[in-house]
């Protein structure tokens, strides 16, 4: 065997293998061994048809397997002779094969970068936390108050306020009449079509005509007569419940209002402090990451534009669009300067980790899974829920995650951190700048169909109802379950969701619990 390396950059490389001609006969004759009794031709028993025979009736099939099965011996090989470790399966350019011939293949690969690691040492920093003050605490008790209103049922007449659930008959002037089932109405006098509701009960019909003014947007209807017909199918009122001792009890085991507002203080403040350990970690991971440009194996890059697409598409079915309307091209661009960091990040996390010698010891693993297993009260036997995790890879994501924890505490404990608490305006301004540092296109932008994404459609006689991870890299194995033992829920006070920002203004979490082995 003969091999030819050739670099074309610094993770991609390819290997032009020459395989000697007895070598290829012997692959040849064994594939027609192989198939000869599993086909049929006219005029021959099964097995005793001639090899020239077979070769004219079947060349491309056999050529086929004869390539498959001389690539796959010979390209690894080939490799390492050449003093280079492939990360990607090979893409072959040519392959010459042919009996009594010298055979020949052109294989490209990627391979791991060379990381030349930055200084990590004395790195200054700024943590920046929000304030958890009383004014944070009471909002956040609003919001829960706002969280469990009830929708009760009203026997008396429409009013401001009031939820009513409609079929409409709407017929413009000069136009077709269309119906629309079940549209939930908060009503609002101030608009001239709910105010047509108000005095409505259950069960009754009212018409009435409204004129759409001369300037109105809509050109199709402007100063035109709308006749409408209204039946009133349900009328329900939001009801907030009271902030007392009874209402704390509704939220978990809590004693009384007192004892919920300092659960809900000290989740806020722990969530505070595992934001800001992100943020901190998200600005260390971009100056290293600055500080060390390097190229990165496409095919990693592609297999993590893969999970992002992934996850997108389950996203958008929960909200009733089908995924084959995404257009998917668009978003893999949108997401690939993403793509491309998570996997710099697996990559220059590893080298710093292996500098470090940081390792991870299966009793770290062990507590780990027993954490998990008894804040979601899982009764399985530890023994048999971890044989479980490792077969499906998940243990190997575990130790990358903790791995990946130790290693920034490493990086951390030698930087100069300064802590500074921001007030809410304060904080709310670093995330707008955050959000507009990291911003990218609509969600809406990748659906080819013109569907909006958002929130959900309103359910009938009750509430409006509304709407990174494996990273590909160093060591990866490329199992995409989702690892059990890395979904464990923040820690907090039962019922009080307490976090310190919205969800939606959360800055991108940086990849700090990513795989780096």
Same mark, same amino acid.
């Given at each position: 065997m003969q091999v030819?390396?050739?670099?074309?950059?610094?993770?991609?490389?390819?290997?032009?293998?020459?395989?000697?001609?007895?070598?290829?006969?012997?692959?040849? @004759?064994?594939?027609?061994?192989?198939?000869?009794? $599993? !086909? /049929?031709?006219?005029?021959? /028993?099964?097995?005793?048809?001639? $090899?020239?025979v077979l070769l004219k009736r079947f060349s491309r099939e056999i050529e086929q397997e004869v390539a498959e099965s001389l690539v796959q011996r010979h390209f690894w090989d080939a490799a390492a002779a050449a003093g280079t470790q492939p990360i990607s399966q090979p893409a072959l350019e040519k392959v010459t094969l042919k009996e009594d011939q010298d055979g020949q293949f052109k294989a490209h690969f990627d391979v791991a970068?060379?990381?030349?690691?930055?200084?990590?040492?004395?790195? +200054?920093?700024? $943590? @920046? +936390?929000?304030?958890?003050?009383?004014?944070?605490? @009471?909002e956040h008790l609003e919001g829960l108050r706002e969280r469990a209103a009830k929708f009760i049922p009203v026997d008396g007449a429409a009013a401001e306020g009031h939820y009513a659930t409609l079929d409409i008959r709407v017929k413009p002037q000069g136009m077709k009449a269309k119906p629309y089932q079940d549209q939930v109405v908060q009503l609002d006098p101030k608009r001239p079509f709910d105010a047509a509701l108000v005095g409505m009960v259950n069960e009754t019909t009212r018409k009435f005509d409204i004129t759409?003014?001369?300037?109105?947007? *809509? &050109?199709?209807?402007?100063g035109k007569t709308v006749h409408y017909e209204a039946t009133l199918k349900d009328l329900r009122s939001r009801v907030v419940p009271e902030l007392n001792d009874e209402f704390a009890k509704d939220m978990g085991s809590y004693d009384n209002l007192a004892a919920l507002t300092a659960a809900?203080? $000290?989740?806020?403040?722990?969530?505070?402090?595992?934001?800001?350990?992100v943020r901190v970690q998200s600005r260390l991971l971009d100056a290293l990451l600055d500080a060390a440009p390097f190229e990165v194996p496409t095919s990693m890059? =592609?297999?993590?534009?893969?999970?992002?697409? %992934?996850?997108?598409?389950?996203? !958008?079915? +929960? %909200? *009733?669009?089908?995924?084959? /309307?995404?257009?998917?091209?668009?978003? &893999?661009?949108? &997401?690939? &300067?993403?793509?491309?960091?998570?996997?710099?990040?697996?990559?220059?996390? @590893?080298?710093?980790?292996?500098?470090e010698d940081i390792q991870v010891a299966d009793e770290e693993i062990d507590r780990d899974i027993r954490s998990y297993m008894e804040e979601n009260a899982i009764q399985t036997p530890f023994a048999q829920f971890k044989a479980d995790l490792e077969r499906r890879g998940t243990t190997t994501e575990i130790k990358g995650r903790i791995r990946t924890d130790k290693i920034f505490d490493k990086l951390l404990a030698a930087a100069s951190v300064t802590e500074e608490?921001?007030?809410?305006? =304060?904080?709310? =301004?670093?995330? #707008?700048?955050?959000?507009?540092? #990291?911003?990218?296109?609509?969600? *809406?932008?990748?659906?080819?169909?013109g569907v909006e994404g958002g929130d959900l459609e309103e359910q009938e006689g009750g509430a409006p109802v509304t709407a990174e991870p494996h990273v590909h890299g160093p060591d990866c194995d490329h199992e995409h379950e989702a690892p059990a033992a890395e979904a464990k829920p923040k820690k907090g006070a039962k019922k009080a969701e307490a976090n310190p920002e919205p969800a939606e203004e959360k800055p991108k979490k940086a990849p700090a619990k990513r795989k780096a082995e």
């Open positions: 030819t390396l050739t670099h074309h950059t610094t993770t991609r490389k390819s290997v032009e293998v020459t395989i000697p001609a007895p070598e290829v006969n012997a692959a040849f @004759q064994e594939v027609i061994q192989r198939m000869a009794p $599993k !086909v /049929r031709i006219p005029g021959f /028993r099964p097995g005793k048809a001639p $090899k020239s970068p060379e990381v030349t690691l930055p200084a990590y040492q004395g790195l +200054k920093l700024t $943590k @920046q +936390k929000r304030l958890i003050d009383d004014e944070a605490v @009471q759409v003014p001369a300037d109105d947007p *809509n &050109r199709a209807l402007a809900v203080r $000290k989740d806020l403040e722990e969530a505070a402090e595992r934001d800001a350990v890059v =592609a297999l993590q534009l893969d999970d992002y697409c %992934q996850e997108f598409a389950q996203e !958008v079915a +929960k %909200q *009733n669009v089908d995924p084959r /309307r995404i257009n998917w091209a668009g978003y &893999r661009q949108h &997401r690939l &300067r993403d793509a491309e960091r998570a996997v710099r990040s697996g990559y220059l996390l @590893q080298s710093i980790g292996n500098a608490v921001l007030g809410k305006e =304060a904080f709310m =301004a670093l995330v #707008e700048l955050e959000r507009k540092r #990291e911003a990218g296109e609509p969600v *809406n932008r990748f659906d080819a169909g």
